[in-house]
């Protein structure tokens, strides 16, 4: 076809960032948290703290991290715009990975504040790195696959993949953590540095940047870069409507699925009483639901032909498919639970990155410039908050419910909270995804044509 111009390798390659993306994702929401709460014994308040620190320093580097990097370097003409930047980023985040689980071997009660401090400063290294890395690769997605057709495509291609990321992250620390052993933890962190690197080794084809949209960008939007402010490109970020409201369903979003992310640790060890590896089959169910999923939404957005019309399904059969981990205690059923999950989840998931790109088209329309890493960057931003919403919803929750740390029998007050922030919290958020998408989220399929003839026109 004339609007794909990449190879299903090529596409493959790009859903290999996506998947490492996602692997160290799941490995760290489904096991930080945890860790320092009930391995090491951390009050859950300074835990709660230390991830809010994490939370709004993970915003602001976002940003930061796309502006600076979305101009031209002495590199850029030979290397790449984004390449260079997914590299290191990738290779440095992977690197860093271990930190968080290797705090200093002191009392958690007396030493408190030194294992919160080792907590702040492990995470936001951590961070610092998954920015660099991850801002760019998305920056990459609009600039390289620019035809709705071939943007579709991609995920077709790359969301399995990204999929198999999310579930590698979810077993392969089960597999080598062993609840009360905080050695285990060390051992699994460097299982998964091993992994990653190879997994990143796979992604080069797919995020190199096309010559000629490095060419296009210097002679061009690169020169109008230049002098251009972080905040004015953030007001005039803001202004744009479709990106607002984007933005507020993307955070109610990612805190749906970080929120349950985090919470299955805690469900599996003091809910269903069972050993890590239990996690295996449930991530195992999300990731067979949400993969033969994938085919039938991505046909039905070619025959819908509205991506913001197929989100707002996906996003709407999500908040009924969330509903049942509100009172489930049954492996089986939890298993059964997650996978009819991950059929809407994969909706929901493989329609982000075209609805975004439509978003960037408008923006292009709009500014007569290319800054697909600013917007990335200001959608972290905001959508890191996530982590923020979810780490004071366990927090809050587990306060109130009387979750003790360290301990292994919970009073059923605190198992209660348990199926709060992985059932009713979650689906709350993902009902005000829904609702902002369709009440403010204005980008149908004839803005969307329209906007992309005109980038065509304007040569960018």
């Given amino acids: 076809m004339e609007n794909i111009k990449h190879s299903k390798g090529s596409m493959a390659s ?3 960032a996506k998947a490492m993306n996602e692997f160290f994702n799941m490995a760290f929401m489904a096991f930080g948290f945890f860790f320092y709460e009930t391995e090491i014994g951390l009050n859950v308040l300074l835990v709660g703290l230390g991830f809010v620190v994490f939370a709004i320093w993970n915003a602001i580097n976002d940003p930061l991290v796309g502006y600076l990097t979305d101009r031209p370097f002495k590199f850029t003409k030979k290397w790449g715009r984004r390449f260079p930047w997914i590299m290191i980023g990738g290779a440095l985040w992977i690197s860093s990975y271990i930190l968080i689980f290797i705090p200093p071997n002191v009392d958690p009660k007396s030493g408190a504040w030194i294992i919160f401090a080792w907590l702040v400063v492990a995470t936001c290294l951590y961070d610092t790195f998954a920015s660099i890395f991850f801002v760019n690769f998305a920056a990459l997605f609009p600039d390289k696959f620019r035809s709705v057709e071939e943007r579709r495509t991609v995920n077709a291609v790359a969301t399995p993949i990204g999929i198999l990321g999310i579930v590698a992250g979810g077993v392969v620390p089960p597999l080598l953590i062993t609840y009360g052993d905080t050695n285990s933890y060390i051992i699994q962190a460097g299982v998964m540095t091993i992994v990653a690197f190879v997994i990143l080794a796979l992604s080069i084809p797919g995020v190199r940047d ?17 002098g ?16 607002v409201f984007f933005i507020l369903a993307y955070v109610c979003y990612q805190t749906c699925t970080t929120l349950m ?11 269903l009483k069972m050993e890590a590896s239990a996690m295996i089959l449930i991530m195992l169910g999300l990731l067979v639901g949400a993969v033969i999923s994938i085919p039938f939404w991505i046909k039905l957005a070619n025959k819908k032909n509205d991506n913001r019309k197929v989100m707002l399904i996906a996003g709407s059969l999500m908040v009924v498919a969330t509903a049942p981990l509100i009172f489930l205690e049954n492996y089986f059923f939890m298993i059964i639970a997650l996978f009819i999950w991950g059929l809407m989840f994969g909706g929901y998931w493989v329609m982000l ?24 960057g200001f959608l972290q931003f905001f959508g890191r908050l996530s982590f923020l919403f979810a780490a004071l919803s366990i927090a809050i929750v587990h306060t109130l419910t009387g979750f003790r740390e360290g301990v292994e029998a919970q009073s059923p007050l605190a198992i209660m909270g348990i199926h709060i922030h992985i059932g009713l919290i979650p689906m709350l958020f993902m009902l005000a995804s829904v609702i902002f998408l369709w009440k ?12 992309q003839e005109k980038v065509k026109e304007m040569g960018l």
């Fill in 228 to 243: 251009q402010s972080f905040f004015r490109s953030l007001k005039s970020a803001m202004k744009q409507k479709s990106f």
């Fill in 440 to 451: 403010g989220y204005d980008l149908t399929s004839e803005k969307v044509k329209a906007n």
């Fill in 261 to 271: 992310q985090m919470s299955i640790s805690y469900l599996v060890r003091f809910i």
């Fill in 14 to 16: 790009y859903g290999c």
């Fill in 210 to 226: 096309d010559q000629e949209n490095v060419d296009r960008y210097l002679s061009t939007s690169g020169a109008q870069r230049e």
């Fill in 353 to 376: 990155a075209p609805v975004l790109g439509d978003v960037i088209d408008e923006s292009i329309v709009r500014t007569g410039k290319r800054e697909e890493g600013v917007y990335n």
